[in-house]
């Protein structure tokens, strides 16, 4: 995989005299500049770098954009050899528009290759003298995917929100280098493919929000400067999904996905929906699908909504914001049990019994950020039935990705869960977090105040991030059988809360813990503390009861817990429950008397 040195360009470049004082005056005005150095060596010619979509064992598309119109061609071939075939598109490219210049996209499926197997390509103009478009760069190389059921061991990467031009919480339309840095790191980060937990260009996904090589400015080529999407796009197949930002046919243009979708009967086009809770009927892009590489079986799915047509929804299932409005929609639209979505997630997951299986989408079942808090309609609460989080514990998947909140947040799993992340601080505005206390299930979080300008962490023993970059980040994921690793990166390149999962069969329960003591601390507190438990496989939890209702999760390196609500003078009996990966669990009970 070759690697992309940085692009100079011209936010970063000074000019003299009269020079200056006109790009002050476009800076202090949001105005595009005109490029100066977008991608050195590359044909004036391409407005888009070529970037990668709808990987499968045997083909790929490769999408870019370019100042003219005709049938182009992608060249491609094994290492060494990167022009020895070629496919040209069936149709002229499609006109789009970015900050008013004419361009047109161009998308070429690359068939009939050979399963887990590198390939480098090129791109031409299909004019009768072609013009390669990546003119002295170096041919991007990228490999196909790994078979069902190969033992090969792979990686993936999972990012979301982002394409935004704010930096450092100020939208002035100058370089965000966090979101550059962690473009950088995803180029070279050596992962076959990329999870989106949505949200792409800010704010509405327009082709002006995506951009391309030559224009900048606040809201302008947020996602395909040279500085961001360009490198790690060449190389790196995404797998799109929705989010509440975009929710147009531009995403399904700039990120198709149709090979993949109509191989697992996903969908992936747009839909009309009828009014839920009074919103207005729309048509809205609508993506969930299904995907194998190696023992694992990948379900990108939708769970999103349009933030401006909820009718007349308050979300009142959430904590304390007008926001989760949006949740409660996407909860009627897509997650009924007689939903299109739930049907096909439904037959999906029970026609691929066992084996490792993960989730990406962009509500999230569980998030401390107080203005994009936990998805209360999609995870499953004691009490509640026929969520999405139940569909997929009871199916067997074991890991779920999420964005949405501008946070980094890993959450274990209650009873009937299944462990998650957040994962949206690919770029956008980053979020607080812990601003209505930290949840017991929240293992590890990371937010930024820009108001007070300093690091959120949850819970108290998380390091307090000492600038944005630190929060900022991808999650770098290795999978070797049934074995997954996540290490999440922030921006400046540093890795922390590296977790792995054995998400393998297993029937064996762990020990339970003891001995557990229950101590009166205040008034109306009952300290509970008990011994480590151990597992054959891998201890995950440990679940809290008082008189045989749930009371909490805490991760498996807490070993105490405070109950608040204890009434005395009472008595209670208090169990807890060590819970291994695959739900097996064992407990101790005392009772109390206070």
């Not at 068939?111 to 103009?125: E, G, K, M």
């Not at 009873?415 to 957040?422: A, D, I």
């Not at 939890?541 to 805490?554: L, S």
């Not at 005395?568 to 407990?587: I, K």
């Amino acid at each position: 995989m070759p690697v992309f040195a940085s692009v100079g360009r011209r936010r970063g470049l000074h000019l003299a005299g009269a020079a200056v004082a006109l790009g002050a005056l476009s800076a202090a005005l949001a105005a595009p500049t005109p490029a100066l150095a977008d991608l050195p060596g590359a044909s004036p010619v391409l407005t888009r770098a070529p970037y990668l979509t709808d990987l499968t064992p045997t083909s790929i598309r490769v999408t870019w954009a370019t100042t003219t119109r005709s049938r182009q061609t992608v060249k491609y071939g094994p290492i060494g050899n990167c022009t020895a075939n070629s496919v040209t598109s069936a149709t002229l490219g499609t006109t789009i528009t970015v900050n008013g210049v004419t361009e047109y996209n161009n998308s070429v499926t690359v068939p009939n290759l050979s399963p887990d197997t590198p390939y480098c390509y090129r791109v031409f103009t299909g004019d009768a003298t072609p013009v390669d478009l990546l003119g002295t760069n170096p041919s991007p190389s990228f490999t196909t995917m790994v078979p069902g059921a190969s033992p090969t061991p792979f990686t993936f990467a999972v990012f979301g929100d982002w394409g935004d031009t704010t930096s450092n919480g100020v939208n002035s339309g100058a370089v965000n280098q966090d979101q550059a840095n962690v473009m950088s790191r995803l180029a070279a980060s050596g992962a076959r493919f990329a999870l989106s937990t949505g949200d792409v260009a800010y704010p509405s996904g327009s082709q002006t929000n995506y951009g391309d090589l030559q224009q900048s400015g606040v809201n302008i080529s947020g996602v395909f400067a040279p500085e961001y999407y360009a490198a790690p796009g060449q190389v790196l197949p995404m797998f799109a999904t929705n989010g509440n930002h975009g929710r147009t046919a531009t995403l399904l243009s700039t990120w198709p996905e149709t090979a993949v979708a109509a191989a697992s009967n996903g969908v992936y086009s747009q839909v009309s929906y009828p009014s839920f809770f009074g919103s207005t009927p729309a048509s809205y892009p609508t993506t969930y699908y299904a995907f194998t590489s190696g023992g694992v079986r990948f379900y990108v799915l939708d769970a999103s909504w349009s933030d401006s047509n909820v009718g007349t929804a308050d979300g009142n299932n959430c904590e304390g914001t007008d926001h989760c409005a949006i949740y409660q929609v996407d909860a009627a639209a897509h997650w009924a049990t007689t939903s299109a979505e739930y049907q096909w997630l439904q037959q999906d997951l029970a026609a691929h019994p066992g084996g490792v299986k993960v989730a990406a989408f962009h509500f999230p079942l569980r998030s401390d950020d107080p203005t994009e808090p936990d998805d209360e309609y999609l995870k499953n609460n004691p009490g509640s039935s026929n969520t999405l989080e139940q569909l997929l514990h009871d199916n067997g998947v074991g890991l779920v990705f999420n964005g949405h909140s501008h946070i980094y947040q890993r959450n274990v799993a209650p009873p009937g869960g299944v462990p998650s992340y957040v994962t949206g601080g690919a770029g956008a505005k980053l979020s607080s977090i812990g601003g209505h206390g930290c949840h017991p299930t929240d293992a590890y979080g990371l937010g930024w105040s820009y108001s007070s300008n300093v690091g959120k962490r949850c819970p108290s023993t998380v390091p307090v991030p000492s600038a944005d970059a630190n929060v900022h980040h991808f999650l770098l994921v290795s999978v070797n059988g049934s074995t997954l690793t996540v290490t999440p990166t922030d921006s400046l390149g540093n890795t922390f809360d590296v977790q792995s999962y054995n998400l393998a069969a297993d029937g064996t329960a762990p020990t339970a813990p003891s001995p557990l003591t229950v101590t009166r601390t205040a008034s109306t507190t009952m300290q509970l503390t008990w011994g480590a438990a151990t597992d054959d496989t891998q201890l995950a939890t440990y679940d809290v009861y008082r008189d045989g209702t749930y009371m909490a999760t805490v991760p498996r390196e807490v070993l105490t817990f405070s109950d608040k609500t204890a009434v005395c003078p009472a008595s209670y009996t208090y169990e807890v429950r060590a819970r291994d990966l695959a739900g097996n669990t064992a407990g101790t009970s005392t009772p109390v008397t206070c």
